[in-house]
């Protein structure tokens, strides 16, 4: 079954703790992506990848840090420099090339630091 | 960048026809637009995507002017499980993420 997998879908953590979020996709897609959304409020990008081994910052990147060793795997750590984490966070994936592509978006992990 | 404007909430009711408009004034000649549809605490799924003029698929319209300074997406006959939040993208995700634009969103209340 096809699809892209975030996990886990409820976490807490305590201010000051790093976190990391995970993202797995099967759809042998080259670029993934991190997305965060507040309540009320459109995505806002994180970071993205393009291809394994190589990252870019996105509009919001400060405080969140990503890594691409894996084609299928694209973890976010959001560190103690993030100064509002609660958020709920979701990961995408798409084909890289062509400008007619639509990203795929896994279930979201909801993050609440207290 | 190009940056989207969308209506912030719209009523319907059951079996009517709703139109959703996104503004994009500045939108670059090799951006594509591209309708999602959110639900509470899910990830948004594709609707439909276009480039100019008309693009239709089993689940909706999307109508795209000669200028593509904005776009209409169209839901026919929507139901109580059209209620969702309905966003428009402008860019090339795929080539270009970084200056792929989501707009704020526009909430549809589908009423019996």
């Known amino acids: 079954d096809g699809g892209i997998t975030q996990s886990p879908k409820y976490l807490f953590r305590k201010e000051g703790q790093n976190v990391t979020l995970s993202c797995e996709q099967n759809?042998?897609?080259?670029?993934m992506y991190w997305y965060r959304q507040d309540p009320g409020q459109g995505l806002r990008l994180i970071y993205y990848?393009?291809?394994?081994?190589?990252?870019q910052k996105g509009d919001i990147a400060e405080g969140y840090s990503v890594s691409r060793e894996k084609k299928e795997s694209f973890p976010l750590t959001v560190t103690s420099a993030q100064k509002n984490p609660t958020a709920f966070y979701l990961c995408?994936?798409?084909?890289?090339?062509?400008?007619?592509?639509?990203?795929?978006f896994g279930q979201g992990t909801r993050l609440t630091v207290v | 960048l190009a940056k989207t404007t969308q209506p912030i909430s719209m009523d319907s009711y059951e079996g009517q026809e709703v139109n959703i408009t996104c503004s994009h004034n500045?939108?670059?000649?090799?951006?594509?637009i591209t309708w999602y549809q959110q639900f509470p605490s899910q990830g948004p799924r594709f609707i439909i995507q276009?480039?100019?003029t008309k693009v239709t698929n089993e689940v909706a319209s999307l109508f795209i002017p000669a200028d593509r300074k904005s776009s209409t997406l169209s839901l026919p006959r929507v139901s109580l499980s059209d209620t969702a939040v309905y966003y428009c993208?402008?860019?090339?995700?795929?080539?270009?993420?970084?200056?792929?634009?989501f707009g704020d969103g526009t909430t549809l209340t589908v009423k019996p």
């Open positions: 993208l402008v860019g090339d995700i795929g080539t270009n993420a970084g200056k792929s634009t």
């Open positions: 990848s393009q291809i394994v081994n190589d990252f």
């Open positions: 759809l042998n897609h080259d670029a």
């Open positions: 276009g480039y100019k």
């Open positions: 995408a994936s798409s084909w890289s090339r062509g400008a007619d592509t639509e990203a795929f």
């Open positions: 500045n939108i670059a000649t090799n951006d594509y």
